[in-house]
């Protein structure tokens, strides 16, 4: 499993790798249109921010325009680049034609039948929108499940998006989900639980170590 920053914020992007344990980040045209760079430039810090994995998604909607768009991606950020390409019949030709020289993720998944696909197309990731499926479908985390029937005898991981509380993001996990991504404010959410606060104050209060007598 693998905790991602959903982000193009470059300060967010420092915060995360100062945490340690966040292991990549995803961007998307929505997040990038955040940034007050231009992409180009916004990619590179973030590529320099993180020693993992750094989704693009493909704005171009033909083959050969989709095609190029994937290859300067690659230029650009170089070994760290992932594709997010949108689930639909060109993005699944687009995913068969770059899989075999850069790694892709099919995003926009709302169906286990376009799971199926993307495991087919060679993708190394499937993405599904969780808390929106919810409000759209009925059941994101169900959609989780489902894909992760299908996929399990594939290499195609499955990533959940669209995560709106660390309840939604276990219970996603639980229905199989590979990995997270994940906006700043719910990665450090995930880390707090109002229990273990307590505990921590009780535990400063009564008690004894080796630099605080």
Not at 7 to 28: D, H, M, Y
Not at 152 to 159: C, F, Q, R, V
């Amino acid at each position: 499993m693998s905790l991602f920053l959903d982000s193009a914020i470059a300060a967010e992007a420092e915060v995360a790798k100062q945490l340690g344990w966040v292991k990549g980040i995803t961007t998307n045209p929505t997040l990038l249109a955040k940034s007050p760079l231009p992409a180009e430039t916004t990619l590179k810090q973030l590529a320099e921010l993180t020693t993992g994995p750094l989704f693009y998604q493909l704005m171009a909607d033909e083959f050969t325009e989709m095609v190029a768009e994937g290859r300067a991606a690659f230029n650009l950020i170089g070994k760290q680049t992932v594709l997010k390409i949108p689930a639909s019949l060109v993005g699944f030709q687009v995913v068969n034609e770059l899989a075999p020289e850069i790694p892709c993720a099919v995003t926009a998944i709302y169906s286990a039948a376009q799971a199926a696909v993307a495991g087919e197309a060679g993708a190394k990731y499937a993405i599904a929108y969780v808390n929106r499926a919810t409000k759209l479908l009925g059941d994101g985390v169900a959609l989780v499940r489902e894909m992760a029937s299908v996929l399990a005898k594939s290499n195609t991981e499955i990533m959940a998006a669209s995560i709106k509380s660390p309840e939604e993001a276990v219970a996603s996990l639980n229905a199989g989900a590979h990995h997270l991504t994940l906006p700043l404010a719910m990665l450090q959410a995930m880390t707090n639980h109002e229990l273990s606060l307590q505990t921590i104050d009780e535990f400063a209060e009564n008690g004894r170590g080796i630099l605080h007598l």
